[in-house]
């Protein structure tokens, strides 16, 4: 057989497909991070009919060239929450009235096999726009972030998505010279605000689009 690891997980992915829609999120299949673009650009967002968008933390949207590509969509108001150039007062505003877009794209730290979406984050806009505010949300999921369980879901947080995220921002906590979650109290702190999202509210509201790639943290 021809690609054996992903055939593997091609499987394992269609079965996680099957669950999370379950739990009532809509669920798309990508074999790489090109078809993924795709998907996003030519299937689901001409399906919601947005005018507006924003996004959160994610370098799987990154790699997938989706922010330059959105950002270039014709008749969609952007409020790019990336932009380095802007002051931090303005950032926030940003991240404030991103919760309020019509399209809202992002990732997730964790899923589980029981079809759970878990994330952990800093300031809380990610979480916050997941959970209520933005009419749609896309979660870009590589399948490294597949997990049993809760309970493996929060080990990966806290054990390896939070250090290599705090490692990368060049931030001054402990795990970043440790590699293990201290329960810091540091005020550069990335852990603060957790979320297990167990259902789509409206049903179909989350997108997620699952990518037979490794991508992000």
């Given at each position: 057989?021809?690609?054996?690891?992903?055939?593997?997980?091609?499987?394992?992915?269609?079965?996680?497909?099957?669950?999370?829609?379950?739990?009532?999120?809509?669920?798309?299949?990508?074999?790489?991070?090109?078809?993924?673009?795709?998907?996003?650009?030519?299937?689901?967002?001409p399906?919601?009919?947005?005018?507006?968008v924003?996004?959160?933390?994610?370098?799987?949207?990154?790699?997938?060239?989706?922010y330059?590509?959105?950002?270039?969509?014709?008749g969609?108001?952007?409020?790019?929450?990336?932009?380095?150039?802007?002051?931090?007062?303005?950032?926030?505003?940003?991240?404030?009235?991103?919760?309020?877009?019509?399209?809202?794209?992002?990732?997730?730290?964790?899923?589980?096999?029981?079809?759970?979406?878990?994330?952990?984050?800093?300031?809380?806009?990610?979480?916050?726009s997941?959970?209520?505010?933005?009419?749609?949300?896309?979660?870009?999921?590589?399948?490294?972030?597949?997990?049993?369980?809760?309970?493996?879901?929060?080990?990966?947080?806290?054990?390896?998505?939070?250090?290599?995220?705090?490692?990368?921002?060049?931030?001054?906590?402990?795990?970043?010279?440790?590699?293990f979650?201290?329960?810091?109290?540091?005020?550069?702190?990335?852990?603060?605000?957790?979320?297990?999202?167990?259902?789509?509210?409206p049903?179909?509201?989350?997108?997620?689009?699952l990518?037979?790639?490794?991508?992000?943290?």
């Open positions: 057989m021809d690609k054996p690891f992903d055939h593997y997980w091609q499987l394992r992915l269609s079965d996680l497909k099957e669950t999370l829609e379950a739990n009532n999120f809509e669920v798309f299949l990508a074999d790489n991070k090109e078809q993924a673009c795709k998907l996003v650009l030519e299937r689901i967002i399906g919601i009919g947005a005018k507006s924003s996004w959160g933390g994610s370098m799987t949207f990154v790699a997938t060239g989706l330059e590509k959105v950002k270039a969509l014709p969609l108001e952007v409020i790019d929450t990336y932009d380095r150039s802007i002051p931090r007062e303005e950032a926030t505003e940003r991240r404030r009235r991103a919760l309020l877009v019509d399209l809202y794209i992002t990732g997730t730290n964790a899923v589980t096999e029981t079809g759970k979406l878990v994330n952990l984050d800093m300031t809380g806009n990610r979480v916050a997941i959970i209520f505010g933005p009419r749609n949300v896309i979660l870009l999921i590589g399948r490294n972030k597949v997990v049993p369980d809760l309970e493996d879901a929060m080990l990966r947080v806290k054990n390896f998505t939070a250090p290599v995220n705090a490692m990368r921002l060049d931030m001054q906590t402990p795990c970043v010279s440790t590699s979650c201290e329960e810091c109290k540091s005020p550069s702190r990335i852990c603060n605000t957790w979320t297990i999202t167990e259902k789509s509210f049903k179909g509201r989350i997108k997620i689009v990518i037979n790639e490794d991508l992000g943290i």
